[in-house]
C-alpha cells in the first residue's frame, strides 16, 4: 500500500494577467451563450428592427413639427433594443441561473464574482450596441437618415453607458423575482415604460395625464439623452437627465446589494 | 438534563482528541444552522481527514446539503465555526483547492462541453489539462456537443469535470451518479478511489446506498441536524438489527421472539425472518428445536436496512 500524499500548493500571488484572462473568457461565453439563444437573441436583435422597419422607415419622408420620424425613431427604438437585452439577458438570464443552483456552482468556485457581473454587463452592452449598429445601417441606408460619425460616437457612447444603467435594474429583477415569472414580469415592465417613454412616439402625442409621469421614469431620461444627440430632447438640460439616469442606477444597485446581503445571512 | 451535557461535553472531547486538528482537512466545530424558525443543523461535529471518502446519508431534510453549503462557504453557520484547509471556506485561496459537483438543473445550454471546461480551468493556476480533465470526467467523444444535447448521465460527467478541473486536494460531490448508467457510474466510483488513493479527500452525498457501501471509508448518518450514527460501513452494518435469517419453520413467533439474542421476528405468508446479531446460535437453536425447517438463509444485513433502522427511530 503507497502512503497517501498530499501536494500543497504553493500560495499563488494575485496575478493581474490571469485575473484579466478570466474576465475575457468569462466576458466571451457570455457572449456567445447569448448569441446562441436563438429564443434571446433573435428576439432582441429582431424587435427593434422589426419595430423600425414598419415605423421609421414607412415614415421616412414624415417630418413633423419639425422633427424627423425617422431620425427619431432611430433613437427611440435603438433605446428600446438596448434596454430589453439588459433586462432580459440579465434580468432573466441571471433569475434562471439562480434559480437552476448554477450560480452556486459558480459561486463555489475559485471564480472572482466581479467576472462574472462584469461579464452579464458586456453581455448587455454588446447587444445594445449590434441593435444601434442594425437600425443605423437601416436608417441610413432606406430611412433616409442623415446620421454624422461624430452623433454617431455619441449615441454608441450613450448605448454603453445605458446597458449599464439598465443592467443595474436586470440585477435587481434577478435578485427579487422568482425566475419562472421572470420573463412576464420583464415584459409587464418594460413595455409600458418604454411606451410612456416616448420611445415608439414622440411623447407629445400621448395623453397628458401619461406625459406627466414620464420624467419618473428612468427609460424617459435615457430616451431624451439620445434624442438629444439629434436636438429632439424637450426643453428640460441634458444636466437633468443625466441626474435622473445616475440616480436611477444608484438606486438599483444599491438595492441589489442590500437584497443580496440580506440573502447571504439568512442562506 | 445535567447528564445528556454531560455527554455530550465528553463527546465533543472524545471528537476533537480523535481527530488532531493538524490531520483534519475540514470541520466542521459545533455548528448550528438555524433558517429562520427551523434548526437544520444542530451543534454538528465533524471533520474530515486527507485521504479518506465520507459518505454522508440521511433522509431529506437531515442537513446533508446544508453542511456541504457549509463547508463550500456558500453559507454561513449561525453558531460554530467551518474550516477547510485551517481557513474561512469563503477565502478564494481555500477555494482555489476545492472542488464542487452540486446538484444542478440547468446549467448553460449554448455552450459546448470544453467551453465549460476552458472557463472553469481558467479559474485557477495549475489547472489539469483539457485532456486529462476529459479522460477522468469520462467525456471523451463529446467535447464538442452543446450541452443541451447530452443525456442526463453526460451531464453528469461534465459536471464531475468541471469540479476536477484545478486538482483539488478536496471534493464534494453530491447525488454524483444520478442518471448515470452502470458503466458510467463505475468509470466515476473508479475515480473517486484514485483521488484517495492519491490523499485527496472526498465528501460524497447520495441515496444510493450501495454506493456509500462501495466507496467510503466513513459513513456518516445523519438525522434532523444531528448525527445519529458514524463509522465504517461494516461498523455500521453489524451495530443496527444484526443478520438476518430466513427459513421456512413451524415454531411460532412468540417462540422465536423468546429465544436469546433474537432481537425481531417478522412472519410473512410462508416464511420467517429473523433478526439476531448472533445467528449461529439462533440457528443452532431453531434447528434443534424444529427438524422440518427448511429454505434456511442467513445474510448481513444491507446497509439499507442499518439506514433505515437507525433514522427512523429518530
Known amino acids: 500500500m503507497s502512503t497517501p500524499t498530499i501536494t500543497y500548493h504553493a500560495p499563488q500571488s494575485f496575478s493581474f494577467a490571469r485575473t484579466a484572462k478570466i474576465f475575457i473568457k468569462e466576458t466571451k461565453y457570455e457572449f456567445l451563450k447569448l448569441l446562441r439563444n436563438r429564443s434571446f437573441s433573435l428576439a432582441v436583435i429582431g424587435f427593434p428592427i422589426m419595430f423600425y422597419l414598419l415605423f421609421g422607415v414607412s415614415n421616412r419622408g414624415v417630418h413633423s413639427s419639425g422633427i424627423h420620424m425617422a431620425r427619431y425613431l432611430l433613437a427611440g427604438y435603438a433605446c428600446f433594443g438596448l434596454i430589453g437585452a439588459a433586462l432580459f439577458g440579465i434580468g432573466v438570464g441571471l433569475a434562471g441561473e439562480r434559480a437552476a443552483g448554477w450560480l452556486e456552482v459558480k459561486r463555489a468556485s475559485p471564480m472572482p464574482p466581479p467576472a462574472y457581473l462584469f461579464a452579464k454587463c458586456m453581455g448587455a452592452i454588446v447587444f445594445g450596441l449590434i441593435i444601434l449598429t442594425a437600425l443605423t445601417v437601416l436608417a441610413v441606408t432606406i430611412g433616409g437618415v442623415s446620421v454624422t460619425g461624430f452623433e454617431l460616437v455619441k449615441m454608441f457612447g450613450l448605448s454603453v453607458v445605458g446597458s449599464i444603467s439598465f443592467a443595474s435594474m436586470g440585477f435587481l429583477l434577478a435578485l427579487l423575482v422568482p425566475a419562472n415569472a421572470a420573463p412576464g414580469i420583464v415584459n409587464l415592465i418594460y413595455l409600458p415604460m418604454s411606451f410612456m417613454s416616448g420611445l415608439w412616439m414622440p411623447i407629445q402625442y400621448l395623453p397628458h395625464s401619461l406625459q406627466r409621469i414620464a420624467p419618473a421614469l428612468p427609460t424617459y431620461h435615457l430616451a431624451q439623452l439620445m434624442l438629444g444627440v439629434f436636438g429632439y430632447a424637450n426643453q428640460s438640460s441634458a444636466a437633468s437627465h443625466w441626474f435622473g439616469l445616475a440616480g436611477f442606477t444608484m438606486v438599483m444597485l444599491g438595492t441589489s446589494w442590500l437584497i443580496f446581503n440580506r440573502a447571504q445571512q439568512n442562506a | ?314
Open chain 2, 1 to 314: 438534563m445535567p447528564a445528556t451535557a454531560l455527554i455530550r461535553e465528553t463527546e465533543i472531547e472524545r471528537y476533537a482528541s480523535a481527530i488532531e486538528p493538524q490531520q483534519a482537512v475540514a470541520t466542521l466545530t459545533g455548528v448550528t444552522k438555524r433558517y429562520g424558525d427551523t434548526l437544520a443543523l444542530d451543534e454538528l461535529n465533524l471533520a474530515l481527514r486527507a485521504g479518506e471518502v465520507v459518505a454522508l446519508l440521511g433522509p431529506n431534510g437531515a442537513g446533508k446539503s446544508t453542511a456541504v453549503r457549509l463547508l463550500l462557504g456558500l453559507i454561513a453557520p449561525t453558531a460554530g465555526t467551518a474550516r477547510v484547509f485551517g481557513g474561512d471556506p469563503q477565502t478564494p485561496s481555500t477555494r482555489l483547492r476545492v472542488g464542487a459537483m452540486l446538484q444542478v438543473a440547468r446549467i448553460p445550454e449554448t455552450l459546448r462541453v470544453r467551453e465549460h471546461l476552458d472557463l472553469f480551468r481558467s479559474y485557477y493556476p495549475n489547472p489539469l489539462s483539457m485532456a486529462e480533465v476529459v479522460r477522468i470526467a469520462q467525456l471523451d467523444g463529446i467535447e464538442d456537443k452543446m450541452f443541451s444535447k447530452l443525456s442526463g448521465g453526460q451531464k453528469q460527467r461534465v459536471l464531475f469535470g468541471l469540479a476536477m478541473c484545478g486538482d483539488p486536494d478536496l471534493v464534494f460531490l453530491d447525488e454524483p451518479t444520478v442518471g448515470m448508467d452502470i458503466e458510467a457510474r463505475r468509470g466515476l466510483w473508479q475515480q473517486i478511489r484514485t483521488l484517495a488513493n492519491r490523499g485527496k479527500t472526498v465528501l460524497l452525498t447520495t441515496h444510493y446506498l450501495e454506493e456509500a457501501d462501495a466507496l467510503a471509508h466513513r459513513i456518516v448518518v445523519l438525522s434532523k441536524g444531528k448525527i445519529v450514527s458514524e463509522g465504517t460501513p461494516a461498523e455500521i452494518k453489524s451495530a443496527s438489527a444484526g443478520r438476518k435469517i430466513r427459513c421456512r419453520t413451524r415454531l411460532s413467533a412468540e417462540l422465536l421472539r423468546a429465544l436469546p439474542g433474537v432481537t425481531s421476528v417478522e412472519q410473512s405468508s410462508d416464511d420467517v425472518v429473523v433478526m439476531t446479531p448472533r445467528a449461529e446460535d439462533v440457528v443452532r437453536e431453531m434447528l434443534l428445536r424444529d427438524e422440518t425447517l427448511s429454505n434456511l438463509e442467513i445474510s448481513s444485513p444491507a446497509l439499507e436496512d442499518a439506514f433505515l433502522a437507525l433514522t427512523t427511530s429518530h
